[in-house]
């Protein structure tokens, strides 16, 4: 099992910036590929990053392209995600999730592990 807790979520301007991190306990953490997803009210939950086991790729959805950036500590058992330049369209509930694979996954359902989500809100 993997325990998986995020943090740093909250209300922000449109154009600021926020951080979240993903924290992880149970496993080896460098076993796990990460990923980011969201789900805003009455969407569907979408791939927002990921990052291989290492760190050393990473991969952003289209949608946060040049915006968000996708990184892990593997010293800390933690993966971030920075935001910059958020828009209102943002606005969701961020989940972290862990997949055991030696490359990026990018849909939800390879992922076997997940935190409860943490509530990033952009006002216009």
């Known amino acids: 099992q993997v325990q998986l807790v995020e943090s740093g979520g909250g209300l922000v301007q449109a154009g600021g910036s926020l951080r979240v991190s993903c924290a992880a306990s149970g496993r080896i953490f460098s076993d796990y590929a990460m990923g980011w997803f969201r789900q805003a009210p009455g969407k569907v939950r979408e791939f927002v990053a990921g990052?291989?086991?290492?760190?050393?790729?990473?991969f952003v959805g289209n949608s946060v392209k040049g915006r968000f950036t996708i990184s892990r500590d593997n010293t800390k058992n933690t993966v971030y995600l920075q935001m910059n330049s958020l828009k209102p369209e943002d606005t969701a509930v961020y989940y972290c999730?862990?997949?055991?694979?030696?490359?990026?996954?990018?849909?939800?359902?390879?992922?076997?592990?997940w935190g409860q989500g943490t509530q990033v809100s952009v006002s216009s």
């Open positions: 990052i291989d086991r290492s760190g050393g790729r990473t």
């Open positions: 999730a862990a997949a055991r694979s030696d490359t990026i996954v990018v849909v939800w359902a390879g992922y076997a592990y």
